[in-house]
């Protein structure tokens, strides 16, 4: 896969990873040839093969391992090649052996099957699109021997608004159509007498040809066999019409699969290779088609649809995440080949992880979900579907969120919201505490009906931003013996879904999930354990958190090294788990007040502070980048942290560098409704350090900022990118306002950022629209929506929707809102 090409580039600029020429003999007889290491795994070269072209639709086989010395050894899947043989002693080869298929392998098969068919017809994003037009044409171009400069595309794309957004979208590639049905055939499941056979399968495939063929997938093989009509009749139709895979037969008897397999293999292998590398986060475009496409007939789709537990129960064994999650947290990384498999195996939990969380996030807002709370608010409901906790992340005002679905929610605000404990052996359906953010918090709350107000305000939509910042944070300093949860966030349909794995204990009542460090009722009482503050400080010096004092309710001093509300708790799998982590950096002192309580600074803000102040005060020596500057990729960060261990001349000891660093420690409880110990003077200092790094921000980040914009150093083409320039050089888009401010002399930034302040704006009111229309309205609202934001002039007569409050909205274009 290209992820593991590109850590093995690192790892290999490090000089301490070779690669070895093996070839590969496949089952229909070619060979090619893989780039492997004596530590990669069996399970990689099979992921190397299932992405080739020539390999990518065999799914069951064994792989043969041939020495130089002529010996042979079947190779396991969790096997390393350098267990079996020493490949760096060349001759060695691979072969491919079809393996005996069972249930769950040739379901796989016909996945698979299904998916590399569906090549074809994937949508692609737009900028992908436009960069494959670009390149076409400078390829022409570089053909025809053009020298002569061209006017650069899309200078007068405003000039015609009327066709302005059908000019943008890209037209859909066309489709290559390689059959037209394959479908589980209704002789499903086999009888007794026929599994005796070895079959497993039956499937329907309708061909381009129009011929109707019904196919037995046995043990052994595929084949065509000779049921026609109502009556199944599994001898083979012809001897020749019989393969190991389903593609393979499928070529054997039509001509027109053949060749449009050929071509989406050729379209495959000819696309950039990152859109090949499971995403992340999905990619979903804003622009649909138009005209509208037909829906069409599709057995397989219907299939899929079906197959979703929605509504039921889930059948067969979950994943369980959260151990997935820990488990390969916990693989060694000494050197960089481990470094590597711990990267690469968390990337794939984290993309299957987020992947399942959209998922149940679009059915809890579709109410497939039932709730384990009903009994509450809707809008404080919560839900567990495939071992995932989802819940809202409630505005502050939860009373206008609450009133979204049933008239009753909007009592919520005067209700005593039962609190269950699972520790004390709480069933799931009793009521459950309005702190939906983490259901880990609501297991150990017992407070009274104004805590959870407070909590449940707490719980907007910026704190769960921050709380994913936060986590994120931990998860960098990479504290052993320290843990936090899967989490992701969804936005969909004007609601804000947080999605969490599931500390192992917590929903079976199990004594030892109990609350061990933090507070859940705003510093009322304040947990402490010795060894889990530990962990936490050992944190808090990577990023860069001081260990402080404040005091609870009872006026008790308790030493921290986090946020009061940050939550602490044991697993029955005996880890400590470190949730609710919304102010990991210190608060904005530019922003202070109870309605700006959330407004926290960049970690981006902090290193950049850390780093100045350590050059202050050693201007000659060279400061090593703060420990919170944390790469994306975990290798590279590995491979530079073991570089720098092997230079045997550094400017600075690494003892004078973390003395340098260690004297900047935020407390991160300053300028909040908590209760701080310490003398008048040490908190003034804390609160001190806290405005300076706030001036700081304002006097010399913002300024820098603006001045590389005008000497175009930095140059943000849409509101996406001046998003993100914004945030690397550490400032909150809450700045935007006064950034813009600072540029009106500069016409294409002032448009670009009116326009970003705009459509920030917007989104507010479009998500409210989302939330407070029923499912039939939703189009009409959104095209109504569409219309008064993008429209120039207002509708001759507005008597049919006086009752609407967009229709005396007054409408100025601005045309720079489409970037």
Known sequence: CMLQYLNRNVVCQAGELHLYPVSVKTQSGEKLELQLSPGDS??????????APETCFYTCYDLILHTKDGSTHQLEDYNEISEIADITAGGCSLEMVAATYDERSIRSHLRRVRELLSLSSLHVSLSTSLALQQESAQAKN????????????????????????????ASAPAEIKCVDSIVFSSFNPPPSYRRLHGD????????????????????????????????LDSRPLKQSHEASTLVGLLQKISAKFKKGFREILDRKASAHPFENV???????????????????????????????????????????????????????H???????????????????????????????????????????????????????????????????????????????????TPVPSPALGAKADSGVAPDSKTEESNSVLEGPTEAQIADSEQATYASANNDLKGTKSYQEADISGLYNLAMAIIDYRGH??????IIPGILQGDKSDSLLYGSVDNGKKISWNESFHAKVVEAAKRLHVKEHVVLDGSGNPVKLAATVECKGIVGSDDRHYILDLMRVTPRDSNYIGLQHRFCVLRPELVASFVEAESIKKSPTEKVPDAPTESNGSIAVAASVEEHDKSDETPVSTPAESNDMTAEILFNPNVFTEYKLAGSPEEIEVDEA????????????VIPKFVQDLCSLDVSPMDGQTLTDVLHSNGINVRYLGKVAGMIKHLPHLWDLFSAEIIVRSAKHVVKDILRQSPDHNIAPAVAHFLNCFFGKVLAASSKGSTGSPQSKTQKVCFPVTLL
């Open 42 to 51: 069996v399970i990689d070269v099979k992921q190397f093969l299932l992405d």
């Open 689 to 700: 350090l806290v405005k300076k790094v706030g001036s700081y921000l304002l006097d010399t």
């Open 278 to 332: 499971q995403a992340l986060l999905p990619v979903t475009s804003w622009l649909g088609a138009h005209p509208v496409p037909e829906h069409r007939r599709d057995a397989a789709r219907a299939e899929d649809s079906v197959v979703l537990s929605y509504g039921t129960e889930l059948i067969g064994m979950q994943r369980d995440w959260n151990e997935e999650l820990q488990s390969c947290r916990e693989f060694p």
């Open 334 to 416: 000494a050197n960089p080949q481990e470094r590597i498999l711990r990267g690469r195996a968390l990337y794939k939990v984290t993309c299957d992880f987020v992947d399942a969380a959209v998922k149940g996030a679009v059915g809890v807002i579709n109410r497939c979900i039932p709730p384990i709370n009903p009994t509450d608010p809707e809008c404080f409901h919560m839900y567990v579907h495939n071992n995932i906790f989802f819940s809202f992340a409630v505005d502050s005002d939860y009373e206008q969120i609450s009133k979204d679905q049933k008239p009753d929610c909007q009592n919520g605000s005067g209700r005593s």
């Open 496 to 501: 804000r879904v947080v999605a969490q794995s």
């Open 142 to 169: 570089a053909d025809a021997g053009k020298t002569a400069h061209q006017e650069l595309d899309g200078l007068n794309f405003m000039e015609d608004t009327t066709v302005a957004l059908t000019n943008l979208l």
């Open 200 to 231: 497993l399968i039956y499937i329907d495939v309708v061909t381009l040809e129009g011929s109707k063929h019904c196919i037995t997938g046995s043990s052994k093989s595929f084949y065509v066999n000779a049921s026609n009509g109502s009556i």
